[in-house]
């Protein structure tokens, strides 16, 4: 036997006595001083270290992990294969437990190596929280009305699915693991983005911890640059600084000097989010970090910038809230109401839209109306029926929006017949949508197949629509 396992005799027995080889053995307490569960592939826990109370309601968190189906693994297979760290927690306890698989003569079994949390559970009220990927995945979903089907496609824009991230959002290309900076205004779902950033990084199998600069203490700062149980003295794990531009300007030069000062963004993935003013101007903080630290900046549009997408994304995420509910129906919104959705200019963008969807979602017949928009926009900001932005004449589009075809086809229609209502004049159409007049040429151009008429290039002259 290993010297590192005989000193636990206790568990040697207990696993001999279930009829556990010498194999699984050394596998199950390969860990050290971890406590240690492990469980066949019926959910059946064959080994604890004890029959202590908080033994107990561990195996009992650990056989709901199991139970979840989350953790994929095929008995064929033999070895020891590591299925990540996921956290659970127990009353008021967070743990950390190490998950591996072992497989031998087609017989499965589950390894749970368990210690305590990196970040104890009451520091969530200082602004300090750690996530794991399941834990990531539901926060993710929750802010799309529970369907990660709508979150992917919002997000496809900023983070299309293929490995890089190329074009107006980043100078360069942006791989999965790089550092990021996240900017964006108010509602534009900023923490959220950080989060689905994790789950399509090669870190998503190690949790995640957040830390909101908003809410830091005296206290949780001395645990985060003093306690050997901060998750700023680990290695390869996803660490997220929320609202940068909150911290104020010593406090900022104090962290970026620790960052430096231990190598913190080459020991592990960082990700810093800071709102963006209204100007679009990024705060001088977010510019010294993103200089430093080599940080590549993933800017987030407001809504007004592309109003063809807002109709859309209200469409999209009245499917999600009534997935069982009209569906057959092909708009949620009716012709007017869609309009009043894209004239409105949205300070609150996203996290606004959907409550704006939510509050007219409870409507029993469909699709919603204008009265029942210009009401829930009017307890928004005082809306009461005209409209806050240079983009009024769309209150009155004569088309109607489908919810069953994508994000993409639906701005391309709304981008066309904006576009022919100004009679093919490029530069009114795209400023009555908030669009460059090259993001509407894209559009039109991408409709080539469909449309007859062929896409004029934006930089050509136009005649003025009379």
């Known amino acids: 036997m290993p010297e590192h396992v005989t000193h636990k005799p206790s568990a040697h027995k207990a696993a001999l006595e279930l009829g556990l080889t010498q194999d699984i053995l050394e596998a199950a307490l390969s860990a050290g001083d971890a406590a240690c569960l492990i469980f066949d ?7 604890q270290p004890d029959t202590q109370a908080e033994t107990i309601r561990l195996a009992d968190a650990a056989r709901g992990l199991l139970v979840s189906g989350v953790l994929k693994a095929d008995k064929h297979v033999c070895g020891i ?3 990540g760290h996921f956290l659970l927690q127990t009353g008021t306890r967070h743990v950390s437990a190490h998950v591996h698989t072992f497989s031998k003569a087609s017989v499965l079994y589950y390894i749970f190596h368990i210690s305590d949390s990196k970040v104890p559970a009451s520091y969530a009220r200082y602004g300090i929280l ?3 990927r399941l834990q990531a995945e539901a926060a993710c979903e929750e802010q799309f009305f529970g369907s990660k089907e709508l979150m992917q496609e919002i997000f496809a824009d900023i983070c299309p699915p293929d490995v890089h991230i190329e074009g107006r959002l980043t100078a360069g290309n942006l791989s999965p693991d790089d550092n990021v900076l996240i900017a964006g205004e108010i509602g534009t779902g900023r923490d959220t983005l950080a989060q689905y950033l994790y789950l399509r990084s090669s870190y998503a199998d190690r949790p995640l911890y957040l830390i909101n600069c908003r ?5 949780s700062r001395q645990f985060l640059f003093g306690s050997e149980r901060s998750p700023l003295s680990d290695n390869r794990q996803s660490i997220y600084f929320a609202n ?4 104020s300007r010593d406090r900022q030069k104090e962290l970026l000097a620790y960052i430096l000062g231990t190598n913190l963004h080459i020991r592990n993935r960082l990700l810093f989010s800071c709102e963006k003013k209204t100007d679009g101007k990024l705060p001088h903080a977010a510019m010294e970090y993103a200089n430093m630290l ?4 993933l800017p987030v549009q407001p809504l007004r910038m592309d109003r063809t997408r807002i109709p859309a994304l209200a469409e999209k995420c009245m499917a999600a809230l009534r997935p069982k509910q009209d569906a057959s129906a092909a708009s949620f919104f009716s012709k007017e109401a869609a309009g009043l959705l894209a004239s409105f200019d949205w300070p609150y963008n996203l996290t606004q839209l959907k409550r704006v969807v939510k509050e007219t979602g409870n409507a029993q017949k469909m699709p919603v109306s204008a009265e029942a928009v210009r009401a829930a926009l009017s307890k928004e900001t005082g809306f009461s029926g005209q409209t806050a932005s240079a983009a009024a004449p769309l209150y009155a589009m004569d088309i109607q929006v489908d919810h069953h075809k994508t994000l993409e086809e639906i701005s391309r229609e709304i981008a066309l017949y904006v576009l022919k209502e100004y009679g093919g004049n490029q530069t009114r159409a795209a400023k009555s949508l908030g669009i460059s007049r090259t993001t509407l040429w894209r559009l039109a151009k991408s409709a080539e197949q469909t449309n007859p008429s062929p896409a004029q290039d934006p930089h050509a002259p136009e005649h003025e629509a009379p």
Do not use: M, R, V
Request: glycine letters at 4%; one cysteine or more; a negative charge.
């Open 244 to 247: 940068l531009n909150t911290l």
């Open 215 to 219: 809410l830091l203490s005296e206290k």
């Open 294 to 297: 080599g940080l590549s900046i």
């Open 81 to 83: 294969h590591d299925c």
């Open 130 to 132: 750690a996530l794991d």
């Open 41 to 47: 592939a019926d959910q059946h826990l064959l080994y």
